[in-house]
């Protein structure tokens, strides 16, 4: 049974900066992973997408150069390294995972993890 969960939300200062992690367990082969938020009244959207080898990585243009996609496999996590937040990034951070070659933006997860929230408010 594939597992996904997540950790490192909190509240953080406009400007500041977070690492999300997502340790993943129970597949078979690797996963294509994929970070998503959600506001109250508002769809979840998509964010960020790493392949199962690590090697192509989609970040979405509203965080693009501010948002780090990234996953480990020697511990089996992935990771999203946040920077210079802003109070709209306020929301809750979901991983998901796809068997799939890419984690792209319109991609349906087959997996998802519980949420973290993070709050950017000063």
């Known amino acids: 049974q594939v597992q996904l969960v997540e950790s490192g939300g909190g509240l953080v200062q406009p400007g500041g900066s977070l690492i999300l992690s997502c340790a993943t367990s129970g597949a078979v082969s690797p996963l294509a992973l994929g970070w998503f938020r959600q506001t109250v009244g508002k769809e979840r959207e998509w964010v960020a997408g790493?392949?199962?080898?690590?090697?192509?990585?989609l970040i979405d243009d509203s965080v693009l150069g501010r948002f780090t996609i990234s996953r480990d496999f020697t511990n089996n996590t992935m990771s999203l390294q946040m920077n210079r937040l802003k109070p709209e990034d306020t929301a809750i951070y979901y991983c998901a995972g796809a068997n799939r070659v890419q984690f792209a933006k319109g991609v349906q997860p087959d997996y998802w993890g519980q949420g973290t929230q993070v709050t950017v408010s000063s």
């Open positions: 790493i392949s199962p080898t690590g090697r192509t990585t």
